[in-house]
């Protein structure tokens, strides 16, 4: 209730966006770190195989899915570049990052949105607590916050959001 009482109106934007996004070619990369990564591979699921006959399949990566991917660039580059180079690779100007993070604050995350941004995609982050580094970093588009410091009620929030935000492009797909 929190969140949609706070965040309401900044869920139906972000909705709206990556619903013209997805309509120009877009396609969505999400990528979180630990249960984020769940909530990662679940929003690309969603997309690609929709529970509803009616909603469109839409184009989508987890850039968590590929550990082989994960722990070369983890080992050769370091931790903080496992998405930023997915993106690199795969990221095209008008596609669609989505990055979640309980805290906001995670290094990783916040550098893949950083090279998504220099390579034009829309940049959508979801983060718990106050928004962390992600709700005031230039490079996020739209930050949808969870106010909590509940892990917890942040995850099951975020899951909550994310089904919002699946709704809320279907119905404009």
Known sequence: RTVLKESGQQIIATGKAMAEAFKRGATLLAFGNGGSTTDAQDIVTELLNPHDPAWPALPAIALTNDI???TAVGNDVGFNNIFTRQVIAFGRPGDIALGISTSGNSANILATFEQAKKQGLLTVAMAGYDGGKAAGSPNVDYCLVTPSDHIP??????????????????ALM
């Open 68 to 70: 082989a991917v994960i």
């Open 153 to 170: 009620r942040i995850q099951e929030a975020q899951a909550t959001t994310y089904h919002a935000l699946l709704e809320i492009i279907a």
